[in-house]
């Protein structure tokens, strides 16, 4: 049964999920399915110095709202587009004397919007919160308890002269949030700063290996087609990152979002097989007890890195990498998920060091495993591949690194979009690129002779570890 449509697209029940959303008409890959502003946004708590509680930039020195002196923005032309939002906010911080956490901040924001315009706020939205599925019902004991304690630390906050909810609504939004709220990155896409409502969204169902992708944009978030999708299709995202077994991505999804996911991925186990591969030798696979042996150790050794990177002990991590990998090498075959995730943090910390001939050996074998394991237009793989193609820029491989470059500036064009700030700083790159392998081609020795003095006047920036 169709329940409503809006542009391309239409709500439909979609037997045991519940209801979806489907095409209206052919998509083509990287066209705009729809855009969707948030119904209510708040910047995490980790993040409120640094990020416009407006538009979600990051700031070097953000403008700092003197009443309430929690919220901060670019300028006072962001804080005077945010004061319609954040007034009553800003008055109910005061009056309790600290901000609380950013998911009773967003159940107040949704309350107090739904206040002015109920929960619906235009002819473009095609479901209302009411709607929305909170699984209360499906939540663990320990879950249940964590909602109980937002509800009464936002009774605590919501002023008295708003108008009063009762606590099974405000608990079906905290259970709403929690089940649909889609992280807000910054304006490169390249970190996850705040949590927003977005209702369309919400009505896109999950596949491990989906049809479409979402993408932060100017302040709303794109529904992008991943390849041509025909008429009367289902349209699907990703809500977990596909870099996991099928039992782990559905384990996940369970505690998550409390569904368990039957797509084609996980009923067939697809790709489980790379995912944990070992490797052969004429023939011949290492047996069960060393393939235990390595796969224990490895997972030993990724909580010790992380410990490491956590303290900012970023020689410790890559000696623990090199202990690992002299383990995993003879036995992990490219594609083992353990391999991949010591050499993507190898090839991130040894770039930080500015370390860059070993940073891009190993960013290079990463992206030969990710390649057999991604969708050729996952977002994820262009973000790898372009972090990739950046090492092998600074380590002078200039032949790799703008071929790297090229081919994640082709799936960002994509999965971002050509507007996109970080498809723009691509395009940048290519072609800086691509002036820099036109010398190398005609003068080989004269490209490196002129990179060495632009090194030794000016370092070149090795990037962030997070």
């Given at each position: 049964?169709?329940?409503?449509?809006?542009?391309?697209?239409?709500?439909?029940?979609?037997?045991?999920?519940?209801?979806?959303?489907?095409?209206?008409?052919?998509?083509?890959?990287?066209?705009?399915?729809?855009?969707?502003?948030?119904?209510?946004?708040?910047?995490?708590?980790?993040?409120?110095?640094?990020?416009?509680?407006?538009?979600?930039?990051?700031?070097?020195?953000?403008?700092?709202?003197?009443?309430?002196?929690?919220?901060?923005?670019?300028?006072?032309?962001?804080?005077?587009?945010?004061?319609?939002?954040?007034?009553?906010?800003?008055?109910?911080?005061?009056?309790?004397?600290?901000?609380?956490?950013?998911?009773?901040?967003?159940?107040?924001?949704?309350?107090?919007?739904?206040?002015?315009?109920?929960?619906?706020?235009?002819?473009?939205?095609l479901t209302t919160l009411d709607l929305l599925e909170d699984h209360i019902s499906d939540m663990a004991p320990e879950d249940l308890k964590e909602?109980?304690?937002?509800?009464?630390?936002?009774?605590?906050?919501?002023?008295?002269?708003?108008?009063?909810?009762?606590?099974?609504?405000?608990?079906?939004?905290?259970?709403?949030?929690?089940?649909?709220?889609?992280?807000?990155?910054?304006?490169?896409?390249?970190?996850?700063?705040?949590?927003?409502?977005?209702?369309?969204?919400?009505?896109?169902?999950?596949?491990?290996?989906?049809?479409?992708?979402?993408?932060?944009?100017?302040?709303?978030?794109?529904?992008?087609?991943?390849?041509?999708?025909?008429?009367?299709?289902?349209?699907?995202?990703?809500?977990?990152?596909?870099?996991?077994?099928?039992?782990?991505?559905?384990?996940?999804?369970?505690?998550?979002?409390?569904?368990?996911?039957?797509?084609?991925?996980?009923?067939?186990?697809?790709?489980?097989?790379?995912?944990?591969?070992?490797?052969?030798?004429?023939?011949?696979?290492?047996?069960?007890?060393?393939?235990?042996?390595?796969?224990?150790?490895?997972?030993?050794?990724?909580?010790?890195?992380?410990?490491?990177?956590?303290?900012?002990?970023?020689?410790?991590?890559?000696?623990?990498?090199?202990?690992?990998?002299?383990?995993q090498e003879p036995v992990l075959a490219d594609t083992h998920l353990y391999l991949l995730r010591v050499l993507r943090i190898a090839s991130e910390?040894?770039?930080?060091?500015?370390?860059?001939?070993?940073?891009?050996?190993?960013?290079?074998?990463?992206?030969?495993?990710?390649?057999?394991?991604?969708?050729?237009?996952?977002?994820?793989?262009?973000?790898?591949?372009?972090?990739?193609?950046?090492?092998?820029?600074?380590?002078?491989?200039?032949?790799?690194?703008?071929?790297?470059?090229?081919?994640?500036?082709?799936?960002?064009?994509?999965?971002?979009?050509?507007?996109?700030?970080?498809?723009?700083?691509l395009e940048s790159m290519r072609t800086q690129t691509e002036m820099e392998l036109r010398l190398f081609k005609e003068n080989e020795h004269v490209?490196?002779?002129?990179?060495?003095?632009?090194?030794?006047?000016?370092?070149?920036?090795?990037?962030?570890?997070?």
């Open positions: 049964m169709t329940l409503q449509k809006k542009d391309a697209v239409e709500v439909f029940a979609a037997g045991e999920k519940g209801r979806g959303l489907r095409t209206t008409k052919e998509m083509q890959a990287g066209e705009v399915v729809f855009t969707e502003a948030s119904f209510a946004a708040v910047v995490f708590d980790s993040l409120y110095l640094q990020v416009c509680h407006n538009c979600f930039r990051r700031q070097a020195n953000p403008h700092r709202c003197a009443q309430c002196k929690f919220a901060y923005y670019c300028d006072r032309t962001c804080q005077r587009a945010a004061w319609d939002e954040h007034k009553l906010e800003c008055a109910a911080i005061r009056q309790q004397g600290r901000a609380p956490s950013e998911n009773v901040r967003l159940a107040a924001r949704t309350l107090w919007r739904m206040q002015r315009h109920t929960s619906k706020v235009s002819d473009g939205q909602l109980q304690v937002d509800v009464q630390k936002f009774l605590e906050y919501w002023p008295r002269k708003s108008k009063q909810f009762g606590v099974e609504y405000i608990s079906h939004i905290f259970g709403v949030i929690k089940c649909n709220g889609f992280t807000v990155s910054d304006q490169k896409g390249l970190q996850a700063v705040g949590v927003g409502i977005f209702p369309n969204l919400c009505l896109v169902n999950h596949d491990c290996w989906p049809n479409c992708t979402v993408i932060l944009n100017h302040g709303k978030i794109e529904l992008r087609a991943l390849g041509n999708i025909a008429e009367g299709e289902e349209l699907t995202v990703s809500y977990v990152d596909f870099l996991n077994v099928s039992k782990d991505r559905q384990q996940l999804l369970k505690q998550q979002y409390y569904f368990h996911c039957k797509c084609e991925h996980c009923s067939k186990g697809i790709k489980d097989d790379l995912m944990m591969a070992v490797k052969e030798k004429d023939g011949k696979k290492p047996s069960a007890e060393l393939v235990k042996e390595v796969t224990d150790f490895s997972v030993q050794k990724l909580a010790k890195i992380e410990e490491a990177r956590t303290a900012g002990n970023f020689h410790e991590v890559i000696k623990i990498c090199h202990e690992c990998l002299e383990k910390v040894l770039s930080y060091l500015q370390i860059f001939q070993e940073a891009a050996e190993y960013a290079r074998r990463m992206m030969e495993g990710y390649r057999k394991l991604y969708h050729p237009n996952n977002a994820q793989l262009g973000m790898a591949t372009m972090r990739a193609g950046v090492i092998h820029w600074h380590a002078g491989l200039i032949e790799a690194g703008h071929g790297m470059i090229c081919k994640a500036y082709a799936i960002l064009m994509i999965t971002h979009g050509p507007h996109h700030p970080m498809t723009k700083d490209y490196h002779s002129m990179r060495e003095a632009v090194l030794s006047s000016k370092p070149i920036g090795g990037g962030k570890v997070q």
